[in-house]
């Protein structure tokens, strides 16, 4: 069987659960599982997590997938609904909907239903990506009175750009367009991601989002989730294949973008491209072999990579490494290959094995 795999600590899950409640104690956690819990397994992730209070997805699939593994929980879809013609499926497994944009309002006054949806109104304090502009909210709130379907009162939510940089005066910017434009409404807030969470306490408000820190990686800028108590979910593992010499000026991978700098060991790893591992990394990543880190040389290939274990190693073949996890924070890996933890994570392909550690809750 080959080695790789990506192993999954679900104690390690709960701890950072339990993490995120102190440090946002006076907010209710919506736990974000979406993009299949950030690549760790969104049935595994949501059963281990019973005192999660609601989870929250991007699309209709991912939370049917959680009702079909027995989840009870309330579930947020943070997308909404794409058409018209999904609300009765919608209804049926009594999801939360987050509404963004006007078609989603008039949907909603078309719907003919004896049950009742529980609303999330979106509001755009800044980021111009979803929500209502701050200008529409009077016309929105008008318009949603009409809407015989949902519950009352809804429920209040918005998005941080570029909280993950402590130094960026905008989220201030945006915490304040929010409040400001729906001081007048005495409504349940949702507000602060993971980055939020860790350091715009003043954004907690009823609900947090956590997503990166539930999967223990840091979003903020030149930290890890160590730095905050958290731990690493994920270790993306592999073994050593082959192990051989190289001369001083040769090479190692297509198109030759390393050359031995004197007479070295390099290491065969089996992991690739094809299992996520990011083909753009560059030489000098960090890769954990036997209590050390050792550098990426070459091209990241599909099946495999290359690290150097020097003249003077002692590894052997079918010795463990350690892609991203435990031993090597993603955020460090990340950073090397030009990326963000999310992707790293998200990325684990379908032929990467999961072993899943812990117990389920």
């Known amino acids: ?18 993490t995120i409640q102190k440090i ?21 992730i949501a059963t281990a997590l019973p005192d999660a209070e609601m989870f929250a997805v991007a699309t209709p699939l991912e939370a049917y997938t959680l009702r ?32 963004h944009h006007s078609p989603q309002i008039e949907a909603l006054q078309r719907l003919k239903t004896n049950k009742k949806l529980n609303i999330w109104l979106k509001i755009d304090s800044g980021m111009n990506r979803l929500g209502f502009k701050v200008e ?37 910017k945006q915490l304040d367009t929010f409040l400001k434009s729906t001081k007048h409404l005495i409504l349940e807030r949702s507000m602060a991601n993971s980055a939020g969470i860790l350091e715009a306490k003043s954004a907690h408000f009823d609900w947090v989002r956590p997503g990166l820190i539930l999967y223990g990686c840091s979003p903020m800028v ?34 030759r973008h390393w050359f ?39 091209r990241v290939s ?3 990579l290359a690290v150097e274990l020097g003249p003077e190693h002692s590894d052997n073949i079918g010795d463990r490494v350690v892609l991203w996890g ?19 994570s998200c990325g684990v392909t379908g032929r990467v094995h999961f072993e899943y550690r812990g117990s389920i809750s």
């Open 136 to 172: 529409e909210l009077p016309q929105i709130e008008k318009d949603l009175a009409k809407v015989e379907c949902i519950n009352k009162p809804i429920r209040l939510m918005s998005h941080f750009a570029s909280a993950d940089d402590p130094k960026d005066s905008f989220t201030t």
């Open 68 to 99: 079909d593994a027995g989840i009870k929980q309330p579930i947020l879809l943070l997308e909404g609904f794409f058409e018209e013609r999904e609300l009765p499926k919608i209804v049926d497994n009594d999801l939360h909907l987050v509404v």
């Open 222 to 255: 030149e930290t890890t989730g160590a730095d905050y108590g958290l731990q690493p979910v994920m270790n993306l593992e592999s073994q050593i294949m082959s192990i051989r010499h190289v001369k001083k000026g040769e090479s190692t991978g297509y198109g």
């Open 326 to 344: 435990k031993e090597l924070p993603a955020e460090v890996v990340a950073a090397h290959a030009d990326t963000i933890p999310y992707t790293l």
């Open 1 to 18: 069987m080959r080695p790789t795999k990506a192993i999954i600590d679900l104690d390690a899950l709960r701890h950072n659960f339990n």
């Open 260 to 298: 031995a700098e004197k007479d070295t060991m390099i290491g065969l790893v089996a992991i690739g491209y094809g299992d996520g591992y990011p083909r753009h990394a560059k030489n000098g990543t960090p890769v954990w072999v036997n209590g050390r880190t050792v550098p990426l040389v070459g």
């Open 302 to 304: 599909m099946d495999m």
């Open 24 to 44: 946002a104690s006076g907010s209710r956690v919506i736990a974000v599982v979406k993009a299949d819990a950030y690549g760790h397994g969104l049935a595994h």
